[in-house]
């Protein structure tokens, strides 16, 4: 049964860098036809996408983070990562990472979610 | 960007009831709809995909329909474990944006 696992901090300082890992187990990232990607939930709103990532390196971004993100993968660990540049309060949410199913785009397996807050 | 708007925003039903939710998306996207069931706390589970596809292990009362721009999605039989917020979501083009939920709740 594929797993997915969010990991990093809860906390981070306005102005500087979130950083989550997503660890896929019991499946290779490295799987043709799936993408990998990212969604957040502020705390009782509903859901972003941020990005999605291949296993190839080729990645896309939703337009309104695109100049502050970048989505990376490690096929070696089976991990991609989130890096988003510049937080403010307004990023903080749950941030979850995801399978996505080829050009129909549906997210069929889900992290279990991490709170991130922005806070100083 | 395609804006997704749903109908209602809130329900409340008894148990046993047909409950039917509605998506509608600003522009055409095909069939490229997907519903997801998110419970408080918890990751959204996908339900169904390309407006009709049953997801493997989703219960067979929920169903699908529609393409364009209008969507539904039914429960046919409401049980207790279904009080959820339901979302539509386009994957029709990027940014992939998801409506802003339906919760249904015990009345």
């Known amino acids: 049964q594929l797993q997915l696992q969010e990991s990093g901090p809860g906390l981070v300082k306005p102005s500087e860098t979130l950083s989550l890992t997503c660890t896929v187990s019991g499946g290779s990232i490295s799987t043709t036809n799936f993408y990998w990607g990212w969604i957040r939930q502020p705390p009782g709103k509903g859901l972003e996408w941020i990005g999605n990532?291949?296993?190839?390196?080729?990645?896309y971004y939703n337009p309104s983070l695109k100049s502050r993100v970048t989505i990376s993968v490690d096929t070696s660990k089976n991990q991609f990562s989130l890096n988003l540049s510049a937080v403010t309060a307004a990023d903080t949410a749950v941030y979850y990472c995801?399978?996505?199913?080829?050009?129909?785009?549906?997210?069929?397996?889900w992290g279990q979610g991490t709170l991130v807050t922005v806070s100083s | 960007d395609i804006q997704m708007t749903q109908s209602p925003s809130s329900l409340s039903a008894f148990v046993g009831d047909r409950v039917t939710i509605t998506c509608r998306a600003s522009?055409?996207?095909?069939?490229?709809l997907n519903w997801y069931q998110q419970k408080p706390g918890k990751a959204p589970k996908l339900l169904i995909y390309?407006?009709?596809s049953l997801e493997s292990g989703a219960p067979p009362r929920f169903s699908g329909s529609g393409s364009g721009t209008d969507f539904t999605l039914t429960i046919s039989s409401l049980q207790p474990e279904d009080f959820a917020t339901y979302y539509c979501q386009q994957g029709y083009s990027n940014p992939f944006t998801f409506g802003p939920g339906t919760k249904v709740d015990i009345k």
């Open positions: 990532t291949y296993y190839g390196g080729s990645t």
């Open positions: 522009q055409k996207i095909s069939r490229y």
């Open positions: 390309a407006a009709s």
């Open positions: 995801a399978r996505i199913f080829g050009d129909s785009h549906y997210f069929d397996y």
